[in-house]
């Protein structure tokens, strides 16, 4: 965030947080849409994890609330959905793709 860096003076753990957000979150996405996938089907799974995307990306791009640990903690929570939709995708479209090749070999 070297752009805001002179206008939102941050912190090591500000900056900290703030690039970690999406990391925890796509470690969250990949061990639990395995399993949403099987609950709900892949393709509504995989819907999900594309509206995780959005809303992650779009709130992180709008939030404007406070200053300092507030204005960063709460980029890194909408990071984090966006990291939870993107790390999300990689099981399902495994599957998907393993499923659909036609190889016998599953």
Known sequence: ????????P???LDESILLSGA???AIVGQLSFGYIGDLLGRTRALF??????????LGSALFTGGRGFALYGGIAIWRF????????????SATSAAENSGSTDL
Do not use: E
Request: overall charge positive; charged content about 10%; some cysteine.
């Open 1 to 8: 965030m070297v752009i805001m860096r002179d206008r939102y």
């Open 10 to 12: 941050q912190s090591r």
């Open 23 to 25: 990391f925890a979150g």
């Open 48 to 57: 999900l994890t594309n509206f995780l995307c959005l809303v992650g990306a």
């Open 81 to 92: 959905f966006l990291g939870a939709g993107v790390g999300g995708v990689y099981p399902l």
